[in-house]
Each structure stands twice: as C-alpha cells, then as structure tokens.
C-alpha cells in the first residue's frame, strides 16, 4: 500500500501560507501523486489534525448498505478518503473473514493495524454494538427496490457473482430477496451512528453525497476535492474496471471489491422484473421506489 499521502496531509496541515498558495501546492501533489498512485487520489484534508482524533475515536467505518445498494461504491469512497488520511488501516469485504468479530479485534486490538473500513451487507450484533458505543461510523446507502431487484436478478446471472444461480431464480426466490431485503433496511434505521443516503444522491450530484460522507467521517474537503474524488466513482469507470478485475478467493476485487461485470451495461434495463417489484411492494414504497416507513 502507498502510504506517502498522509504525511503530504500531515505537511500540509503545517504550512504557513494564504489559501490560494496551498491550493496551487494541493493541485500539484494531487497531479504527482497520481503518476504513483493513478487509481486512489490524494486528497487533501482540510482538518488533517481533527480527522486523524475523530479517526482515533472511531477507528472502524462501516459500509452498510443492503445487496446491490451501492455499498461498492460506497467503500470505495470512503477507502480514497482514509487513505489520505492513515497509512495503517485495512479495508476488507466481510467475505474475507468468517466472522466480522475477526475483523473488528484486529482494528480493535492489533498493534499495527489502527482503523478499517468493513463492507458488510447482513444485520450484525458485533457491527451494532460497536456503532452504539461510537467506536465505528456507518455509512448505508439506499436504494430503490425495482432497481435493486433488477441489479439482483441480472447478478444472478453473471458467474463470477456471489448471487450467481445456474438455474436462474424464480418468482419466489425473488419474493425472498425482496422480503429479506425490506426486512433488513428497516432493522438498520434504528442503529446508532449512520449515515443514511439514497444512493441516486452519488449519480445525481455525486460531488456533493461525497461531502455528506465525508463530514460523517470526521473530514472536512473543499468543494473543488469532492469533485476531483467524483472522477474516480464514476459509472462509465467502474464499468471499465469491473472488467479488468485480480479476483481473489472470493471472486471479487481485493481493492474494490467489484466482481466481474459489477456495473451494468450502459441502457441496461429490465422493465419486466422493475414492475413485477412494483406490484409486489404496491403500498410499501413510494413513486420512485423507496420504503415508505
């Protein structure tokens, strides 16, 4: 791992000049350090000092979110902003451990390892219980459920996906997924220490969801790095890298996590199951989709 870019911070946070020097010195550390690092940013982190204490704080980030929400993209924010700001810190999919209790003693109790970032979609006590007592920040993000259940079935037919089904999925197995799915969101709304978004929000203005996340985290950003950051979130380049993937065990990416055809094609569309959704959870969500309570 490069861990070059929290003492550029750390350097940073010591400079003694007016704003419009240090923004000339931020962009061109952001365009060398690109040339080591071309697919995590530097980010330069306006309250170097303060994040790093919140950090101390609450050293594990979770990334909550409910399958084919947006989690991916979600840990792939908040792994550009921790990286700029720690060098010790491991950021793992829940996969990788077989109990996230593992992962949390290694933050927790490791001598080398001091903070992660744990993508990890299930309803789980460990997770819960270090959120009520501040040591862990969540981030889930919300997605409406014809989108959601379309994400799920076309996984359901990509081999390399955990939801991967050779047979393809019935009716009711997808009634399952959405049941189990509705079931989940509404236990998360009562977790301390989250931060809640609807997953448009990052295609939509994505700059500004990036700020929302990061200010969760204990980080302050200028308007001008959110917007840098929104580059390397961007469909059409996930697209592209969820197609040159190093799988590991798991079949996903050991950094980003993203498997084999993660993204959709672009004009992906499958109105049949969108409105088969509609009509299973007629009363349940509102016109674009979302749970109503």
């Given at each position: 791992m490069i861990c070059f870019k929290p003492r550029l911070n750390e350097l940073l946070s010591r400079l003694d000049v007016n704003l419009d020097t240090k923004e000339k010195y931020v962009q061109q550390l952001i365009d060398e350090s690109l040339l080591l690092d071309p697919e995590t940013p530097f980010v330069s982190i306006d309250n170097f000092e303060e994040a790093l204490n919140s950090l101390s704080i609450s050293p594990i980030w979770l990334s909550y979110g409910g399958a084919r929400t947006g989690s991916t993209t979600t840990s792939l924010i908040l792994r550009i902003l921790m990286d700029s700001l720690v060098s010790n810190y491991i950021s793992a999919w829940e996969g990788d451990f077989k109990?996230?209790?593992?992962?949390?003693?290694?933050?927790?109790?490791?001598?080398?390892?001091?903070?992660?970032?744990?993508?990890?979609?299930?309803?789980?006590?460990?997770?819960?219980?270090?959120?009520?007592?501040?040591?862990?920040k969540g981030f889930v993000p919300i997605r409406d459920y014809p989108s959601k259940v379309s994400s799920?079935?076309?996984?359901?037919?990509?081999?390399?996906?955990?939801?991967?089904?050779?047979?393809?999925?019935?009716?009711?197995?997808?009634?399952n997924f959405i049941i189990s799915e509705v079931k989940l969101e509404r236990r998360k709304r009562s977790l301390h220490g989250c931060l809640f978004f609807k997953i448009r929000e990052i295609e939509?203005?994505?700059?500004?969801?990036?700020?929302?996340?990061?200010?969760?985290?204990?980080?302050?950003?200028?308007?001008?790095n959110c917007k840098f950051i929104s580059k390397f979130i961007a469909k059409d380049k996930l697209r592209e890298d969820s197609r040159i993937i190093c799988p590991s065990s798991t079949g996903h990416d050991s950094q980003t996590f993203m498997h084999f055809e993660h993204i959709a094609s672009e004009g992906y569309d499958d109105a049949e199951i969108k409105e088969f959704t509609r009509n299973f959870l007629r009363g349940e969500i509102d016109s674009e989709g979302y749970?109503?309570?």
């Open positions: 109990d996230p209790l593992k992962f949390i003693d290694l933050v927790l109790g490791g001598q080398q390892i001091k903070s992660g970032i744990l993508k990890i979609h299930r309803f789980n006590d460990d997770c819960n219980t270090i959120l009520e007592k501040g040591m862990a799920y079935k076309r996984m359901s037919m990509v081999r390399n996906s955990p939801f991967y089904r050779e047979r393809g999925l019935s009716h009711d197995e997808i009634k939509k203005d994505p700059a500004v969801c990036i700020q929302k996340i990061a200010l969760h985290s204990g980080i302050k950003l200028s308007q001008s749970l109503l309570n």
